[in-house]
T-cell receptor, first 112, second 115 residues
Framework: GDSVTQMEGPVTLSEEAFLTINCTYT??????LFWYVQYPGEGLQLLLK?????DKGSNKGFEATYRKETTSFHLEKGSVQVSDSAVYFC???????????FGKGTSLLVTP | DAGVTQSPTHLIKTRGQQVTLRCSPK?????VSWYQQALGQGPQFIFQYYEEEERQRGNFPDRFSGHQFPNYSSELNVNALLLGDSALYLCASRPTSGQGGYGYTFGSGTRLTVV
């Protein structure tokens, strides 16, 4: 099926540390890929996206590159801030193009 | 520009009851999807509405039904509530054009608690 696997959390980092959250997807076709962020008590916000192989999505210092050869879309940030503490979800568009298939989410806590 | 608006924000219902949740999509968006997010899990796709019809459905029983109105707003109805239906229900919208390239815009959700 159309599935996404992301690393389990929680991930705890000190401010200004480097962040990587791993995400892999099932390789049926070439789906659009997304990272969403959810702050406590809120809905999901689109963080970045990529629609084809080798595309790099970027926003607010976060980056992710669509890697077809490894079916991965890892999220990275060079220097995290306390305000980045949230739950991060990797998602792929289903082959039908209608549904988003989400990973289970990775909780990130950044300490001062 | 208002984003996706959902109501109510919180709701408590008793097992066996019925509930209706409401969603107004972002301006310019005509496609609405509903997701269920259990505590500590990723959202699960319930169904999507376009042109007032259910276009695709996820793995949810018939107790879950929906509707889309001519102004693109949508309702999610759940009958015969079970304790396991307790979750955050998220509405998401997008424009039809550029289907693959657009991310969905999500609302803040309705927190449903079944007791």
């Amino acid at each position: 099926g159309d599935s996404v696997t992301q690393m389990e959390g929680p991930v705890t980092l000190s401010e200004e540390a480097f962040l990587t959250i791993n995400c892999t997807y099932t390789a049926t076709g070439y789906p659009s890929l997304f990272w969403y962020v959810q702050y406590p008590g809120e809905g999901l916000q689109l963080l970045l996206k990529a629609t084809k192989a080798d595309d790099k999505g970027s926003n607010k210092g976060f980056e992710a590159t669509y890697r077809k050869e490894t079916t991965s879309f890892h999220l990275e940030k060079g220097s995290v801030q306390v305000s980045d503490s949230a739950v991060y979800f990797c998602a792929r568009l289903s082959n039908s193009g209608y549904a988003l298939n989400f990973g289970k989410g990775t909780s990130l806590l950044v300490t001062p | 520009d208002a984003g996706v608006t959902q109501s109510p924000t919180h709701l408590i219902k008793t097992r066996g009851q019925q509930v209706t949740l409401r969603c107004s999509p972002k301006s310019g968006h005509d496609t609405v999807s509903w997701y269920q997010q259990a505590l500590g899990q990723g959202p699960q796709f319930i169904f999507q509405y376009y042109e007032e019809e259910e276009r695709q459905r996820g793995n949810f029983p018939d107790r879950f039904s929906g509707h889309q109105f001519p102004n693109y707003s949508s309702e999610l109805n759940v009958n015969a509530l079970l304790l396991g239906d307790s979750a955050l229900y998220l509405c998401a919208s997008r424009p039809t054009s550029g289907q693959g390239g657009y991310g969905y815009t999500f609302g803040s959700g309705t927190r449903l608690t079944v007791v």
